[in-house]
């Protein structure tokens, strides 16, 4: 999107930090929830699924042309 300011250009970086923040606290909440229905702590931790995600964001962030760095340590 072409932008006509800066003021525009800092608006929507504003909307969309606030989407992010918000798409956070929302995953936040489900990873809690999926802690419900393990059995136990190691199943908590899932390590495998972990390497999986972390794997597959940092292969996103290529395709987007973010930092996979950044993106890894926002998701864990």
């Known amino acids: 999107m072409k932008c006509n300011s800066l003021e525009e250009v800092r608006e929507n970086i504003d909307s969309i930090d606030d989407k992010i923040i918000k798409l956070i ?3 936040s909440d489900y990873v809690r929830q999926a802690a419900y229905f393990k059995k136990s ?34 998701m864990k």
């Open 41 to 74: 702590k190691t199943d908590v931790k899932a390590a495998d699924r972990v390497e999986k995600i972390i794997k597959k964001v940092r292969e996103k962030a290529k395709i987007y042309g973010c930092s996979p760095d950044v993106v890894e340590l926002i």
């Open 25 to 27: 606290a929302e995953r």
